[in-house]
């Protein structure tokens, strides 16, 4: 079935460390890809996208690159800073036929805690 | 402009009360939805709604009933929850077929249940 892998966290950093958050993907058909952020005390905001092989999606230095041949949507970071703290969740989006009309679903990995410190 | 509000942001409720959290969107977006989140776990599918007919209920108790008056509003009623029911309460919406149907969160209800 579809489902998503991240790296198991917590991942601790310090301020202006690289980031790499390893994501792999199983989905039948061609799912679009994302990366969300959840800050403390928020809702998922969408950091960034990627919709066919070999598009890099990227957004406030992070980046990702749709890897059809590996499955995967590693998500990246030069630098990051103590304002990145916060909890990534990778996931993809599948076309779905319910109820007579057609939605997209959200697969969700288990999320990954980031913490930066000064 | 890609934004989702939810109303109210928190919610104290006994097991005998009924409440609503409210949720609106004006990007024109024709999915809505419904996800319940526990702390530091992904998001879980509550109740999908596309072109304001509900198109999947995840097995989502009774004691959850949601509503969608218009394409911008949604609704969630709640009916004698258990203390287990308490959690982060998002709506998100998303464009209609021929898009790339990533999803668009609000900032989420907190809700307790006592």
């Known amino acids: 079935g579809n489902s998503v892998t991240q790296m198991e966290g917590p991942v601790t950093l310090s301020e202006e460390a690289f980031l790499t958050i390893n994501c792999t993907y199983t989905a039948t058909g061609y799912p679009s890809l994302f990366w969300y952020v959840q800050y403390p005390g928020e809702g998922l905001q969408l950091l960034l996208k990627?919709?066919?092989?070999?598009d890099k999606g990227s957004n406030k230095g992070f980046e990702a690159t749709y890897r059809k041949e590996t499955t995967s949507f590693h998500l990246e970071k030069g630098s990051v800073q103590v304002s990145d703290s916060a909890v990534y969740f990778c996931a993809f989006s599948t076309l779905t036929n319910a109820g007579g009309t057609s939605y997209g679903k959200l697969t969700f990995g288990q999320g990954t805690i980031l913490t930066v410190h000064p | 402009d890609t934004e989702v509000t939810q109303t109210p942001k928190h919610l104290v409720m006994g097991m005998t009360n009924k409440k609503s959290l409210k949720c609106e969107q004006h990007?024109?977006?024709?999915?809505m939805y419904w996800y319940k989140q526990k702390a530091k776990k992904p998001p879980e599918l509550m109740f999908v709604y596309s072109y304001e007919k509900l198109s999947i209920n995840e097995s989502v108790p009774s004691r959850f009933s949601p509503e969608c008056p218009n394409s911008s509003l949604l609704n969630l009623h709640l009916h004698a929850l258990q203390p287990e029911d308490s959690a982060l309460y998002l709506c998100a919406s998303s464009p209609g077929q021929g898009y790339s149907y990533e999803q668009y969160f609000g900032p989420g209800t907190r809700l307790t249940v006592t």
């Open positions: 990627a919709t066919k092989a070999d």
């Open positions: 990007m024109g977006h024709r999915a």
